[in-house]
């Protein structure tokens, strides 16, 4: 049996340990008790983004976005049906800009939609403008991520 991952849970954000062949078994948050992957990304602000990246063992792809954005609101829905096809391996995220102004800062986010992915608290991607389809975010995360 290999070493446990820590995973955030995306309900009460506390930090779980999950035997990595466990990821598949739908695996729930031994506080809380709520699924630790659900298909959908989980939504990160100033308060707790740093213990989702920094905590969490699984790479976490970021959306940076805003709700006035066009391009933003157009990958929405490919953002969401890619957290089906990528958890449990990878975790979701989104981060509203408007209300993250600081994050967004910190991270140099000068265009939306931008992508960050995350593994092990760094940035290890970094995509700008949009992706449309599930199948075309999915992708390029697996290029970096093996």
């Given at each position: 049996?290999?070493?446990?991952?820590?995973?955030?849970?995306?309900?009460?954000?506390?930090?779980?340990?999950?035997?990595?062949?466990?990821?598949?078994?739908?695996?729930?948050?031994?506080?809380?008790?709520?699924?630790?992957?659900?298909?959908?990304?989980?939504?990160?602000?100033?308060?707790?983004?740093?213990?989702?990246?920094?905590?969490t063992e699984i790479p976490?792809?970021?959306?940076?976005?805003?709700?006035?954005?066009?391009?933003?609101?157009?990958?929405?829905?490919a953002f969401e049906q890619a957290a089906a096809q990528l958890e449990p391996r990878v975790r979701l995220a989104k981060v509203n800009t408007e209300d993250a102004q600081q994050l967004a800062a910190r991270f140099n986010i000068r265009s939306i939609p931008t992508l960050?992915?995350?593994?092990?608290?760094?940035?290890?991607?970094?995509?700008a403008g949009a992706m449309t389809s599930p199948a075309q975010i999915a992708g390029w995360v697996r290029h970096y991520v093996h």
């Open positions: 049996m290999s070493e446990p991952l820590h995973i955030v849970c995306p309900h009460c954000h506390t930090t779980n340990r999950v035997a990595p062949e466990a990821l598949g078994s739908a695996p729930s948050c031994g506080k809380c008790h709520q699924p630790l992957f659900d298909a959908h990304p989980v939504a990160l602000d100033e308060s707790n983004f740093d213990r989702h990246i920094g905590r976490v792809l970021v959306d940076f976005w805003a709700p006035w954005c066009g391009p933003c609101r157009m990958m929405a829905p960050a992915l995350f593994q092990g608290g760094r940035e290890i991607a970094r995509q």
